[in-house]
């Protein structure tokens, strides 16, 4: 797989099913990228599932006292989907992370759950 998709590369994969575990979307086209998050939630998530299969996660959230760290957020992309094939998970705000938090994101980049597309 080449290491720079363009937004159109990644649609078509996603309709043919062939979509990648992960992406890192990044760039100064904010507004196109966002659209293009909203045709892949219809893509990979069916509507009837899509409250059980699809978060949207931020790197500077707090759940309770805490901020969310990524091995929560591994758990939850190795976690199987609730009743579809795949489930979604956005991740925005990652430069909340530091160099060492983003380290430990890689051995799950290495080998991602085949069931979830980790954006």
């Known amino acids: 797989m080449p290491e720079h998709l363009q937004p159109d590369d990644v649609l078509k994969a996603a309709r ?7 992406y ?3 760039g100064p086209g904010e507004f196109r990228m966002e659209r ?11 509507e009837a599932v899509r409250d059980l299969n ?5 790197g500077d959230e707090k759940i309770g006292e805490k901020h969310i ?9 190795s976690s199987v ?10 991740l925005r705000r990652t430069e909340s992370f530091t160099a060492e938090q983003l ?3 890689l051995p799950y980049l290495e080998k991602p759950s085949p069931s979830t597309c980790l954006i």
């Open 16 to 22: 043919k099913e062939q979509g990648a575990p992960f």
């Open 24 to 26: 890192l979307f990044y």
């Open 36 to 46: 293009v998050l909203v045709t892949l939630r219809t893509l990979l998530v069916p």
């Open 54 to 58: 699809l978060e949207v996660l931020y």
């Open 69 to 77: 760290e990524p091995e929560g957020i591994i758990n939850r992309a």
């Open 81 to 90: 989907p609730f009743l579809a094939p795949r489930r979604l998970i956005i």
């Open 103 to 105: 380290e430990k994101f």
